[in-house]
């Protein structure tokens, strides 16, 4: 069955420090993995996703993640982390590829604090 | 830019009532989905819905819950005989078509169940 596993409950950063939040997953055939943020009260917010091609993928608001199959991991990464990036961020795998709902299967979160 | 929308943002009931959430997807899209998160939790699959019928389901949607698309734009959850363990932030989210894969989701629907 696909999963993700995101190791860090919470990360705390200085502003304009870089920020790394982790993720690694466990799939049966070719990934397809997500990152989505949740701002206090609000709904998730799709920042970015890898299906196929570079390994590196920019998304929404300067973050990137790096997609490394041989660590089976997608972290999630920004050069320089603003106060306003503190959220909950989810690392999420598509279901299995066949399945044309093709439901999302979460993390269970990470809390990015970044302190002024 | 189109986004989900939800309402209401934050529904009160009493164990045992029904409760109908609300959820306009994005106009184009055709694959609609329901998930929930309990407070402190993960965000978990509900169910998924395409041509105005159930694809998939999980545990978790029992014969209590059930979806429905009554027209061309909403896309509603009915909980009925609600449980104190129903309570939960309930999130709607649409996508396109299958090759994009990006899901949308909307604010959310606050479920309190007393």
């Known amino acids: 069955a696909q999963s993700v596993a995101q190791p860090e409950d919470q990360v705390n950063v200085a502003e304009g420090n870089p920020l790394t939040v982790k993720c690694t997953y466990s799939?049966?055939?070719?990934?397809?993995l997500f990152w989505y943020v949740q701002y206090p009260n609000r709904g998730l917010q799709f920042l970015l996703k890898?299906?196929?091609?570079?390994?590196l993928v920019k998304g929404s608001y300067g973050f990137e993640a790096e997609f490394n199959k041989s660590q089976t991991s997608f972290h999630l990464k920004k050069p320089s982390a603003l106060v306003s990036d503190s959220a909950l961020y989810f690392c999420?795998?598509?279901?299995?590829?066949?399945?044309?709902?093709?439901?999302?299967?979460f993390g269970q979160g990470t809390e990015l604090s970044v302190k002024p | 830019e189109p986004e989900v929308t939800q309402t209401p943002s934050h529904q009160v009931t009493q164990m045992g009532q029904e409760v109908i959430l609300r959820c306009v997807p994005i106009?184009?899209?055709?694959?609609f989905y329901w998930y929930r998160q309990i407070l402190g939790q993960k965000v978990e699959f509900l169910v998924s819905?395409?041509?105005?019928?159930?694809?998939?389901k999980s545990e978790i949607f029992d014969d209590r819950f059930s979806v429905e698309r009554p027209d061309g734009s909403n896309f509603t959850l009915k909980i009925r005989s609600t449980k104190l363990e129903d309570s939960a932030m309930y999130f709607c989210?649409?996508?396109?078509?299958?090759?994009?894969?990006?899901?949308?989701f909307g604010p959310g629907t606050r479920l309190t169940v007393l």
């Open positions: 989210a649409s996508k396109e078509r299958v090759s994009t894969d990006t899901q949308y």
């Open positions: 799939v049966s055939g070719n990934p397809y």
């Open positions: 890898y299906i196929t091609g570079d390994n």
């Open positions: 999420a795998v598509r279901d299995s590829p066949y399945n044309q709902g093709g439901k999302l299967i």
């Open positions: 106009s184009n899209h055709l694959y």
């Open positions: 819905f395409y041509n105005n019928e159930i694809s998939e």
